[in-house]
């Protein structure tokens, strides 16, 4: 390797890839385009820089396996970063194989933290901690490590484990300033903020409060009957029952989460869970009967009963029962919060970091915009969409992952 694509190649390390082109910028072999691709996603520019690594990627002759194994990883990074998550995941892991086996240390730990960055942002959480288990942190160079570090907190926030988020952070923290890389320090910071920012309300009584990440750990922990809003799910210390999929249901629990300890009438349960402001005798047949199918559902955690006016929850184990509702409601929340992260989506990632149809998320995407919260930019295979503000709204509780099961 000559000299100018040693000294390119050390800029790009640094995190200077205007001093890596300044050595590159005309040359057009391999090694020259795969710099130049790299420097142009340290830009921004990920149209010209995934163009230029498959020409890379091309250019490098069939002996020259790792060359191409690097270019396949830059690749990975690229579609990570502009939320291409139908890129072939099969290719990072050939990549990933290729480089171990031929002793490329480093960069097969880069492409381990890809995989389980790609496998967070898709709910994947035993998988993306089992792929950062097959590297030592501690022999990572600082920006691997503030990479590897940060993989942890995502992890660690999914399963509302703050303890261990926040030590994370802190390692993430100090070596991101070792790198001394602005755009790692920004991630960093930007993790910070998720774990200190209101990631809940807390409805109980009568009254509401907004919850930082580590207070919702703690009524986890409390084993009060918990009607959870950001999951659709109801919970004590001993049980949970998903409603994910039921929402009528879901809404006559959260209804009576929120009266209690008093009942909530009939009227009450008719608007919340059928929008029928107007009750007649056959909202009121199909109230009994929802609310025998919700008794059912939820026997083992709660008894559901009758009044004069409504009904009325008495839980079996728990002293206390509570709902916890997002920061902000909206009824396309959870499309919300994956673009809150600040990146551009497309629509296809969006359905597949949510388990959803294509045309589900795009109808919520069309609403949204109708709404002003979202906007998109671009054409065909292009077109990516963001959440340009999206103030008091943390999306933590709300990415694709499940509660602990406590």
């Known amino acids: 390797m000559d000299s100018l694509i040693t000294a390119a190649a050390r800029a790009l390390a640094n995190g200077d890839p205007f001093g890596a082109l300044n050595r590159v910028a005309l040359r057009e072999d391999a090694p020259a385009l795969a710099l130049r691709g790299i420097a142009m996603a340290q830009l921004g520019d990920l149209v010209r820089a995934k163009a230029l690594l498959k020409s890379a990627a091309r250019a490098f002759g069939p002996k020259e396996a790792v060359a191409r194994a690097r270019c396949v990883v830059a690749e990975a990074e690229i579609a990570l970063v502009s939320r291409d998550l139908g890129w072939s995941a099969k290719a990072l892991d050939a990549a990933q194989a290729a480089l171990d086996a031929y002793g490329d240390r480093l960069n097969a730990a880069h492409a381990r933290n890809l995989k389980a960055r790609r496998l967070l ?26 990479t590897y570090e940060l993989a942890v907190v995502g992890i660690s926030i999914r399963r509302l484990q703050t303890k261990t988020a926040h030590a994370a952070l802190i390692r993430a923290r100090l070596a991101a300033q070792e790198a001394d890389i602005p755009a790692l320090n920004a991630e960093v910071e930007n993790a910070s903020v998720a774990l200190n920012t209101p990631a809940a309300r807390l409805i109980a009584r009568g009254e509401e409060r907004l919850l930082l990440l580590d207070e919702v750990e703690a009524l986890l922990s409390s084993g ?50 059928f929008h029928g402001k107007d009750a007649d005798e056959s909202h009121r047949a199909r109230l009994r009967v929802e609310m025998g199918r919700l008794r059912a559902v939820l026997r083992e955690l709660v008894e559901v009963s009758a009044t004069k006016t409504g009904f009325l929850l008495k839980p079996r184990r728990a002293n206390e029962i509570v709902v916890l ?29 949510l388990d959803a149809s294509p045309r589900t998320v795009q109808r919520a995407l069309e609403q949204l ?38």
Do not use: Y
């Open 369 to 406: 915009a109708a709404e002003g919260k979202v906007q998109s930019f671009g054409q065909g295979r292009s077109h990516r969409w963001i959440a340009p503000s999206v103030p008091g709204f943390p999306t933590s509780l709300l990415l694709p992952a499940p509660l602990p099961n406590g």
């Open 224 to 273: 009060a009957l918990m009607v959870d809003g950001c999951r659709n799910v109801v919970r004590d210390g001993r049980g949970v029952v998903s409603l994910a999929t039921r929402p009528i249901l879901f809404a006559l629990a959260r209804t009576l989460g929120e009266a209690w300890p008093g009942d909530a009438s009939r009227h009450m349960l008719i608007e919340r869970a």
């Open 121 to 146: 942002l898709i709910g994947h959480l035993d998988q993306a901690e089992r792929t950062l288990a097959e590297q030592d942190p501690m022999l990572l160079p600082p920006a691997l490590r503030a």
């Open 325 to 353: 509702a997002p920061p902000v409601e909206n009824q396309h929340s959870v499309v919300l919060a994956l673009l809150a992260d600040g990146e551009s989506w497309s629509s296809s990632a969006l359905a597949i970091a």
